[in-house]
């Protein structure tokens, strides 16, 4: 009986800190990605360069990872880590539009991958192909926090890193300086931070469940790019038209 007792009091102890699991890092690891820092990349809103960051990291190390391990221990983020501005970057040297400061970005891989397994399908007699290539607007604009947390909680993530992220999504104060100019300060609580390396992975990580229901459909995602290809066989188009209706859903 004590030997039961025991290994249920193991087994909800263990179960006990998966849920309350946290992440911790170590001056090691603070001390080896601030060495990699890039120097010649424009400062945060603290103003703090990357060359002193880097040059500095061996005396930083200790005193950021004591801060980090705090924000991850309590789930709260400082306000000054979650200030953002943002600074429009043109695509050419004299822009004339606002669509002048898109940035570039690459699907090379995305691309790569769509036109191969097209191509593979083509191979066949009777088949042709449809691709459907969807432009989400603003797409990490649009994250609610609160939804992205279900699905996070969902997938098995700690509720302690859930909280820790629903803080750092939400109460963010952001302006846009272009210059010398400076707008006004607003509080932002929906959407990710644009230029956080996290921003792509939490809009993955929120469509996840955006998966095929048939073998014959692909859906490629790049971040919020989203391709859906069609390999139709004797002009059977069924089920990629059935695929488009759900990821309108």
Known sequence: MAEIKEERCILHNAHSWLMCYRIS??????????????????????????????????????????????????????????????????????????????PNRSTEDAVSIALHSVLSHLDNKNTYARLLFIDFSSAFNTIIPSKLITKLTDLGISSLMCNWLLDFLTSRPQHVRLDNHCSSTITINTGVPQGCVMSPFLYSLLTHDCRPADSSNTIIKFADDTTVIGLIKDSDEAAYREEVDRLAE
């Open 25 to 102: 890092l170590t001056a090691f690891v603070c001390r080896a990605v601030l060495g990699r820092i890039v120097v010649h990349k424009a400062a945060g809103p603290d103003g703090i360069p990357g060359r002193v960051l880097r040059a500095c990291s061996g005396e930083l190390a200790e005193v950021l990872t004591d801060i980090f391990n705090l924000s991850l221990a309590h789930a709260v983020v400082p306000t000054c880590f979650k200030s953002t501005s943002i600074i429009p970057v043109p695509k050419n040297s004299k822009p004339s539009s606002l669509n002048d400061y898109r």
